[in-house]
């Protein structure tokens, strides 16, 4: 492209993208094409678990489609219907003409789900954090949150302008001793502590319990993101503090739709009596547009049929599978905590690329994550099971690990 220059414009001597440059440099190394661990293209999607990429048959390990529900006969014919009944898209926000009564319906559903007073759905999680964060913490407040928290989380943080402060991952004491620290400097201050049920990337389960009582003895706030653990976990399937039956400690429950739920969009309910505010107050919530009709048509279906318990079994069976096999093996894992998350810890980044791509040759896509996405550095092969897998699949996965992993020394 040429571009020219009006006469009147003073020339850039500076560049907005130098400080890319050191990740340009290491992204150029890689592969180009299909065996690029981040640009991986599917030709076809053939089920939850399988589709076709670069014209071969892949296994999906690692979708996060825990309850295979993006297939699902039930939520497809939702999402048709809807689409049929009502269009591609809103085209407006929630507080303008993006109000269907599917929306309505939808946080029906999850006050149902959850047994709670109030829901709101949001486009994405990524929104929900960022606007539910952004919003109960402002730049008087503190968030205090977990060392690891996904990106969504700080974003939410940042936008607020509350003080972040981070506490030691999964460590009661250490929070007790941050909140201290707050409250001595500020007894006054509105405190929201921020966990996750369970954590992206190694798959290890918060203790909720101690960690909502110490945020409760330092009366802060709390609120726990369930994006990877709703249907996973609980009778229910409402996420780790109904299976740790410590609900009553938690004031807002936060989670999406593009995980167990099979499709887009996020969501936070609460008892809070003055929750509905937040319609009007929460930025990421007010200017952005709703939900397309098809999506919440389907997102409505699959909250009823995760709540079923055999689809839950299947997939702790499935998940105990892998990560058993995997530790049997010798592997170094990233948890060994019942989790639908298996994570392979590679020491060396260049062969856990290596790794990635071996397995993508013998038909099994896995997440690669690496820093600055992974916590402590950690270079991982993560896998995120399906209730929709074979027994099957998973020991092909399982044999195809061991001998990769053999062929480039990760395993003796
Ligand atoms: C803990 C956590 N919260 C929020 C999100 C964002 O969810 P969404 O994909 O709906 O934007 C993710 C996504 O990976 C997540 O892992």
């Not at 014209?55 to 699902?72: D, E, F, P, R």
Request: charged letters at 20%; aromatic letters at 8%.
């Amino acid at each position: 492209m040429n571009i020219k220059l009006a006469d009147n414009v003073i020339p850039m001597t500076t560049d907005l993208f130098e400080k890319f440059d050191s990740i340009i440099a290491e992204y150029s190394q890689l592969p180009t094409g299909p065996l690029n661990p981040f640009t991986v293209s599917m030709d076809t999607v053939v089920s939850p678990t399988e589709a076709i990429i670069n014209g071969k048959k892949t296994i999906l390990a690692g979708t996060n489609n825990y309850m295979g529900m993006t297939y699902n006969k039930e939520c497809m014919l939702a999402a048709q219907n809807a689409l049929n009944d009502f269009g591609t898209g809103t085209t407006g926000s929630r507080v303008l003409n993006g109000t269907y009564n599917g929306h309505k319906e939808l946080e029906e559903t999850l006050k149902d789900f959850y047994q709670t007073d109030h829901a709101i759905v949001f486009s994405t999680g990524y929104q929900a954090n960022l606007g539910i964060i952004s919003t109960l913490a402002g730049p008087k407040d503190y968030v205090v949150i977990d060392a690891d928290s996904h990106a969504s989380i700080y974003d939410g943080c940042s936008m607020g302008n509350a003080t972040i402060v981070r506490f030691a991952h999964n460590d009661p004491e250490n929070l007790n001793k941050r909140l201290a620290r707050i409250r001595r400097k500020d007894p006054k201050a509105g405190i929201l502590v921020v966990i996750e049920g369970i954590y992206s990337m190694l798959g290890d389960q918060a203790p909720i319990k101690e960690l909502a009582e110490a945020a409760k003895k330092h009366d802060a706030v709390v609120l726990v993101d369930e994006a990877h653990s709703i249907g996973v976990f609980g009778k229910t399937g409402r996420g780790v503090a109904q299976e740790q039956e410590v609900e009553h400690l938690v004031d807002f429950t936060l989670g999406t739709f593009s995980k167990s739920v099979g499709t887009l969009g996020g969501y936070c309910v609460s008892n809070h009596p003055k929750f509905e505010i937040l319609r009007l107050v929460c930025r990421p919530y007010v200017f952005t547009a709703s939900l397309p009709p098809s999506v919440v048509a389907s997102a409505n279906k699959a909250l009823e049929l995760i709540k079923d318990s055999g689809l839950r079994v299947k997939l702790l069976n499935n998940s105990m599978r892998l990560n058993k096999g995997l530790s049997n093996a010798g592997f170094k894992m990233g948890t060994t905590g019942k989790s639908p998350i298996a994570a392979i810890v590679v020491d060396d980044k260049k062969i856990a690329i290596a790794y990635w791509q071996h397995m993508m040759d013998e038909g099994v896509y896995v997440n690669l994550a690496v820093p600055p996405a992974t916590p402590n550095g950690l270079n991982l092969m993560r896998c995120s099971l399906s209730a929709a897998h074979s027994f099957e699949q998973i020991d092909y996965m399982l044999e195809k690990f061991v001998a990769v992993g053999k062929e480039l020394g990760v395993l003796d």
